[in-house]
């Protein structure tokens, strides 16, 4: 990897609204992960992106879904997939900063531990965006409230720790729900065998992008 150089997110085509938020949150510069994936991912490529921890990745994926999102579609047009609830809770708080200059996007987060109930009205309500585990997601996906036929991105976020968990086959399941035509990004802090037979299977001609761990 060549030293990294300091990267504005203007050089990319962010919308001026979210320029400023960026700018509102002290999002000066990317993260190196971020320049690495955000000119592919906006461009709408599938993307295996590994970074360590703390590197910036949920941004990197969150810009790119909320750029593709209409907000005016009244539908769930982005699904991450994460490893815990409390990792789905930190990625729905960063979708909701980062989203605050788009115009009334509803991000639902669905995981297990939680009671159904109340997932299943905010799904009623809406979602443009919804985040969550895998087996929670399927569980909503049996019971027919959540519908995925407008869904534009995928993400699998901590793929290496989903895979872990042991979430492969629930993976497996929600991605052959997705339409076939769509973005899947992949994100991970390391990039053990199962990654490659996951993006093997659900990823479509992926750009790999990695970051090395800095000193
Ligand atoms: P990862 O998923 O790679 O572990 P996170 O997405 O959780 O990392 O980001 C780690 C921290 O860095 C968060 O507090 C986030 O708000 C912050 N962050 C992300 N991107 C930027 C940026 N471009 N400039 C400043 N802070 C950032
Ligand atoms: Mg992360």
Redesign the pocket.
Known sequence: MIGAMPQAFDTLSLSPATLDNLRRL??????A??AASLPSALLGKDLIAQ?????????AFALALLANLNPRRFAVQSLVLCPTRELAD?VTT?IRRLARAEENIKVVTLSGGVPLRGQTTSLENGAHVVVGTPGRVMDHLDRGNLQLDALGTLVLDEADRMLDMGFFDDIAKVARLCPAQRQTLL?SATYPEGIAKLAAQFLRDPVTVKVEAQH
């Open positions: 002290g999002y000066l510069e990317m993260t992960i971020q970074a360590k921890t703390g590197s910036g990745k949920t941004a930190q960063e994100f």
